[in-house]
């Protein structure tokens, strides 16, 4: 139909052909970029969550065979004091299954010395005095160290921060890249197609009308590369979450996202088709505005 | 309706192709503009089509100082002028009718109505057994009349046309002046640019003639509407 159809033949345009790839790519490196970054944000926000509200006592290997029934010792007094709501020693089992996944399970086999671990729950509002608690830990067991995990996931909370600014670095720059190639197509197009849009403007076009046929353009190949980058992100990460899964839970991140993080996933082709249209139409406007 | 005062013009840096330009033309009439290859007669056209600026001087068109006015209002005085280029300048992608009614199509006009026109048109200027033909499939004096459908299928108030009887023979070339002196006398106003002398001697219009950029002429006459051969 005459009416749905460009005045410009702008579908001949090779660069125009080779849009929808370029929206793939530019789409898939933004939409991982977001996936790795939501992922980190949620795994740091999980051992955030997880090791609030909890204290491990470590009872180094010697010092636990020089004071006989450590044990007995440091259990009674933990939960007498303020703040702890329980304390369980872990066998020397599941210390073993906490190491195996760094240390690997022949290594624990031999007659490796570990350290004894107790998990502490505690109050965090208010919470035990922590200094006092160690210093009174150390005084029943010499060498008893009080770890609240607040030093490591401080330096895990700094590197995924980190990670996340250059994510967003990243995305920042796709979408420079995405601006930068649609000025460049459009450029093209209108070199390419400068009788047939002067003679519009001769007709009596105005500069919206002849804007809109290169959007239109825009919108339709944007869309379809959207589909396809979007398709491969979720390959992708599917992917990955698999691999993630395979290798152990206790080492990498989980890289499943929740519903949010699928539906920010989804506006990423919206967000770089809008980012393709717009650049259209003021790239064509701005060289119309040197036509008489 | 189309008023040049002192109008100059140039194309870039270079001397001026047109200097000081006075004429006007008022609504109804017919001219020819005549002169010599590069005399100097699509740049005139060019002007009052809206399709270059002057380097100096004045152009008022249907009462408007288009030196001055916004970029909108040159648009939409753009659509009350048809133009016949000397190149045809037909959009290839696009069928003959959609060609045609591509002026309807920018002003936002119903198809229906445009299309209807459009084959009507066509079929006075003897295309219309190929509306739906591309075209690069057209000679170049079916492309000329095209063209011509082109420029007036919107009753434009001024029709200017450069060459319009260049590539087609004399009879087509006497049937086109009497379809250009038809929609003249409907009211639009006709300038038609040519060199060709005996055409302009078959029709008693007055003419404009250019020669070193300098134009002179009966100026603002209106139409007589007689062919005298």
């Known amino acids: ?292 | 309706m189309v008023r040049f005062q002192n109008v100059g013009m140039r194309y870039g840096l270079g001397s001026e192709v047109l200097q000081d330009i006075n004429f006007e033309l008022r609504l109804g009439s017919f001219h020819f503009l005549s002169g010599a290859s590069g005399a100097g007669k699509s740049s005139l056209l060019k002007l009052i089509y809206l399709a270059h600026r002057p380097s100096h001087g004045l152009i008022t068109l249907f009462d408007c100082d288009v030196t001055i006015a916004p970029r909108r209002e040159l648009a939409l005085i753009r659509r009350r002028i048809g133009v016949v280029f000397q190149d045809f300048r037909l959009l290839d992608h696009l069928s003959v009718i959609e060609n045609v009614a591509l002026p309807g199509k920018i002003k936002g006009e119903n198809w229906d109505t445009i299309a209807g026109h459009a084959a009507e048109l066509l079929a006075w200027v003897g295309l219309g057994d190929c509306i739906d033909a591309s075209p690069l499939t057209l000679s170049g004096g079916q492309k000329q009349r095209v063209a011509i459908a082109r420029a007036v299928i919107s009753r434009p108030e001024i029709l200017l046309a450069d060459e319009p009887t260049g590539n087609v023979d004399d009879d087509i070339a006497v049937r086109l002046l009497h379809l250009f002196e038809e929609l003249n006398r409907l009211g639009t106003t006709v300038l038609i640019a040519t060199h060709n002398e005996n055409l302009m001697n078959r029709f008693d219009h007055p003419r404009l003639h250019l020669a070193g950029g300098e134009l002179s002429g009966p100026f603002g006459r209106p139409s007589q509407h007689t062919e005298t051969a």
């Not at chain 1, 869309?223 to 396809?228: E, T």
């Open chain 1, 1 to 292: 139909m005459f009416f749905g159809r460009c005045d410009l033949a702008l579908d001949a345009d090779p660069a125009r052909r080779l849009l929808p790839w370029l929206v793939a790519m530019i789409v898939y490196l933004a939409g991982l970029s977001l996936a790795g970054m939501m992922s980190l944000a949620s795994a740091v926000e999980r051992w955030d969550t997880g090791l609030k509200g909890t204290v491990t006592v470590q009872v180094p290997p010697g010092a636990f065979r020089a004071s006989g029934g450590a044990m007995e010792k440091l259990l009674p007094l933990l939960r007498k004091t303020q703040g702890v709501v329980a304390a369980r020693a872990l066998s020397k089992a599941e210390t073993a299954a906490l190491l195996e996944p760094w240390l690997g399970e022949e290594a624990l086999g031999a007659d490796l010395p570990l350290p004894r671990l107790i998990d502490v729950k505690v109050r965090t509002d208010p919470g035990p005095d922590l200094k006092a608690l160690a210093t009174a830990l150390s005084a029943v067991v010499p060498g008893t160290i009080v770890d609240d995990h607040r030093k490591s996931l401080d330096r895990l909370i700094t590197f995924a921060r980190s990670v996340e600014l250059v994510a967003i670095a990243i995305v920042i720059l796709v979408a420079l890249a995405a601006v930068a190639t649609m000025a460049f197509i459009t450029r093209t197009g209108l070199a390419i197609h400068r009788d047939g849009i002067e003679l519009l403007h001769l007709m009596g076009a105005f500069d919206g009308y002849v804007a809109r046929q290169f959007q239109g353009q825009a919108l339709g190949l944007g869309l379809k590369g959207g589909a396809i980058g979007t398709a491969l992100t979720v390959v992708t990460v599917a992917a990955l979450s698999h691999m993630a899964g395979a290798v152990g839970a206790g080492l990498l991140p989980r890289l499943d996202l929740g519903l949010t993080q699928w539906l920010v996933l989804a506006a990423v082709p919206l967000g770089v088709t809008a980012i393709a249209m717009i650049t259209t139409h003021v790239t064509v406007l701005r060289a119309l505005k040197r036509l008489p």
